[in-house]
């Protein structure tokens, strides 16, 4: 029985055509994200704030005012030919580490590639940063300490509160930056970026199958027709 309702397929159409538009915008700032990191091998201080902004759909406010944040703190870590990174910037950096995570795991799960990678270029911007002010001569002992005291497998410091997120030490376990910071992140599991195409295809399926009403025979033609404008646009 085929049951008729008060949408047309100018409705389909507009439909397809603004979840098109909205996935393209959207799947562009992902890609920007994703190039501008690769480019940089892995950092986030080639992103400009229009690739961030234009990216906040994707990565979400949040995360994206972290990254301007970490990108602030290695602007003005004061490095120079004799720089010293001080224990107050290492404290800084970490609190915007923190930050980092709390906004990626604030995002919907399951969370995104982009997201992710986003998450994990800020931990290597602050980490790389960390590892060339410490590494500099003069920093003696403190340098060494600086970045021994941090680094994967390090033990200096141990867990003293339960995990907040999956994947983090338990209390008593050993605790540093990579296994604090960095190790939550890289097991979370991902799904790609939603695709302009596959939101379209999405919107016209639910256009036809919702709406009080319900479709025997869907004209496959048409609805291909839908989706090939929709990507043109």
Known sequence: MYVSTSRG??????????????????????????????????????????????????????????????????????????????????????????????????????????????????FQTIWNQLKAACGQQGTGDAGKRCISDREAGACTWRQKYAPVYPGQPEIGECWNWFNGYLGPIQKDPVVPDVSPVSEASAAVGSFFSGSGGTVDVLPVLVIGGLLAAAVAL
């Open 9 to 122: 397929l100018g409705d389909a159409v507009s439909a397809s055509r603004d979840v098109q538009i909205g996935g393209a915008l959207a799947a562009s700032g992902a890609s920007a994200v994703l190039g501008s990191i690769a480019a940089s091998g892995g950092s986030v201080l080639g992103l400009t704030g229009a690739a961030l902004s234009a990216a906040v759909p994707i990565v979400g406010a949040a995360l994206a005012g972290a990254t301007m944040l970490v990108q602030y703190l290695v602007a003005n870590s004061g490095c120079g030919v004799t720089c010293v990174v001080t224990s107050e910037w290492a404290n800084k950096a970490a609190e915007a580490l923190q930050q980092v995570m709390d906004s990626y795991f604030a995002l919907p799960a399951p969370r995104t590639e982009a997201q992710k990678a986003l998450a994990i270029a800020n």
